[in-house]
């Protein structure tokens, strides 16, 4: 009797049965031949088709419950799907087995050549993390490609949230782990997800150590996330989905089109009527004001402090002069004039561009190219 080669197997047939006595494995497979012999010619016997190989070895389990028998059949097949399916059917027709009745019921007929595919992928994608081939490889490589991006996301933090590479200066921050792979998929690596609209711990903390964007949903929601965010963390900048759409389904090129239209926090507010009105274009004399910087300068000397004040020059809020710039972005109050016991480092001069600051007062000041906020020596 001819053997089935494992590597011919393209159809594996599982059928449960059920006899009303005690049966034992032969009269089983007795019953197969015995009982769907001549139903369908000559060329589909079940013992010609095995001696030529076309199905093979038929497996049997079985346990005695109660005094019956119960159990499954696996038929092995090499002939294509419809003639493994003819074959299936087949065993139905079978009422006994051995002395006693007996009902046979086909469960599925599995293509285990999937289970190959399936190999193919998960392998070809541990393969491809130490090269990419440049090649097209059709459809196949382009998944492949795009689930081996998403492998590469990990746990930050005690709370464990979903990131990717956060080794550069600038993060963007998103909602969820779906909008995380998604920005994976599409190379955007310097991502980390929020895991819903919770503010973590870790992003806070994360803002005092990075740049970061918050990346939010085009919808009602979106803007729910960044008004708690802002409110919480440090943020530079906010990106915005197009109208409508969420992060996690947007395509690539819609990602870098949000991404490059992202504006800063004050202006974020303006746009969405977060800031007061007549406060987008302040008027300030600047004689006044450097008059009235100098005065609160006097106030401050020697205290490393630092003075922020609206544009009646009242005094909005005091911090330490370390805290300037991360005060100020977080800062809900329009700033007009900073004014600083110390030296006013480069970031704090970008700090105060990107809120939109008329007047800023230092002992001195870092290099910054084309700074918009007019600086005052003291």
Not at 244 to 253: A, I, M, R, S, T
């Amino acid at each position: 009797m001819a053997k089935i080669s494992p590597v011919s197997i393209k159809y594996m047939i599982h059928a449960n049965f059920r006899a009303e006595g005690p049966v034992e494995k032969p009269d089983v497979i007795g019953a197969i031949f015995g009982q769907t012999e001549g139903l369908l010619g000559a060329e589909m016997e079940m013992r010609e088709l095995q001696k030529d190989g076309k199905i093979g070895r038929i497996e049997v389990e079985l346990e005695i419950v109660d005094g019956k028998s119960v159990g499954e059949i696996k038929v092995p097949s090499a002939l294509d799907k419809s003639e493994t399916t003819i074959i299936a059917a087949t065993l139905e027709t079978i009422d006994r087995i051995g002395p006693t009745e007996a009902i046979v019921e086909i469960t599925k007929v599995e293509d285990v050549r999937g289970n190959k595919r399936d190999y193919i992928i998960q392998r070809a994608k541990k393969l491809l993390e130490g090269i990419e081939s440049s090649s097209d490889m059709g459809e196949m490589a382009k998944t492949l490609k795009d689930e081996s991006r998403a492998d590469k996301i990990q746990e930050y933090g005690e709370e464990r949230l979903p990131a990717g590479d956060l080794s550069g200066n600038e993060v963007i921050v998103v909602e969820g782990r779906a909008d995380v792979v998604n920005l994976l998929k599409n190379r955007i690596n310097n991502v980390i997800g929020m895991m819903g609209v919770r503010m973590p711990r870790e992003i806070s903390k994360l803002g005092n150590e990075k740049e970061l964007t918050l990346f939010v949903d085009g919808d009602r929601g979106g803007k729910l996330i960044a008004n708690n965010v802002i409110n919480n963390a440090k943020i530079v900048y906010i990106a915005v989905a197009p109208d409508g759409k969420e992060v996690e389904e947007l395509e690539g090129k819609e990602i870098l089109q949000s991404l490059r239209k992202k504006v800063s926090v004050n202006e974020y507010l303006r746009r969405n009527g977060r800031l007061d009105e007549g406060e987008e274009n302040i008027e300030i004399d600047p004689i006044e004001a450097k008059r009235v910087m100098k005065e609160k300068y006097k106030e401050i000397e020697g205290s490393k402090k630092a003075l922020f004040l609206d544009s009646g020059f009242a005094i909005a809020r005091e911090v330490s002069s370390r805290e300037v710039s991360s005060a100020l972005r977080k800062s809900r109050k329009q700033i007009a004039v900073v004014i600083i016991d110390g030296i006013a480092p480069g970031a704090v001069i970008e700090a105060c561009d990107e809120k939109g600051v008329k007047f800023l007062g230092a002992k001195n000041f870092s290099s910054v190219k084309d700074a918009k906020v007019e600086l005052i020596s003291l």
